[in-house]
Each structure stands twice: as C-alpha cells, then as structure tokens.
C-alpha cells in the first residue's frame, strides 16, 4: 500500500506529537487504489489521490465548470458591468484564445479573470482591465479548468 505522504516527501514522524503521525487507509479519488494519509490530514480533506499524475487525471475526467452570468454583478462588485463591457471592447469584442466573435457566437462574449477574482482584497483591483480578458464559453471552460490544476494534492470540496 503507498502512501501519499511518502509520495510527496513529508516527513510526518518526529516533528509530530506523538500519536498524531499514524496513516488512515482511504481511496484515491481517481483511480480509487487504497492509499494511506496522516489521520490529522484524512479529518481536514475530502479528496486524496494516490501522486500528482491522478490528481491532474482527475481534474481532466471532472466535467467542465459552468460559468454562471446571471448575477455575476453582485459578487464581483459595483464596477464588474462597466469594467466588462470595457474588456470586450478593448478586445475588439473578439474571444483572445479562439479568435470567435460575439457576431459569430450569436451572445456576449465572457470576460475572466486572469488571476482568480478571489485572489485580490478589493474588487476595485480585481476588475482593472489588466486583470481581464474576453473569451467565448467554451475557452473560459477551459480557463477555468486549467486553475483546477493548481489545487493542491489533497483538495477540500
């Protein structure tokens, strides 16, 4: 049986207090092989994987986000509307990865967030221009499931 902590090189033995270093048997979230994580870790998260290769093949097989418009103004601030339609004209109202146009896609095109909108202080900074960038649907599902590739290895759901 391997064991995650022994995959990602921690050392969990005299740095701990004794009776916190023991293993508790549980399952890969990908390839569901039995593994075995710290007890203190196994309580905080809710997906384990076996190494970084199936935690990258579990975020692939994940179906694709859906990206919600409807009341997208309310999270991301006073300013999100205008700062949006801002980006789409710079943008030439044109996807900047596939090149579609709002004429062509027949609807408004999405505007994301190059760094995770969660990541600033203020949504005055999230939503400068810099920060944003036009594209259809199905690049921004893309987009999106390229940061599910940054989750650590044990991710909490």
Known sequence: ??????????????RCPAGENEQIATCCAHCRLEIEVPDW???????????????RAWTEAMPSLEVCLGETSKRRGANW?????KARTRDGFTCQICG????????QLDVHHKIPYRSFSSNVEANKLEHLI???PSCHSKLEAELRHDLPLF???
């Open 155 to 157: 991710a909490r759901y």
């Open 81 to 85: 509307e205008l700062q949006a339609l």
């Open 1 to 14: 049986m391997s064991s995650s902590s022994d995959q990602m090189g921690f050392d969990f033995g005299e």
């Open 134 to 136: 036009s594209v259809c």
């Open 41 to 55: 870790y196994a309580g905080q998260a809710q997906l384990h994987f076996c190494d970084a290769s199936c935690r």
């Open 100 to 107: 579609v146009s709002e004429e062509e896609l027949g609807r």
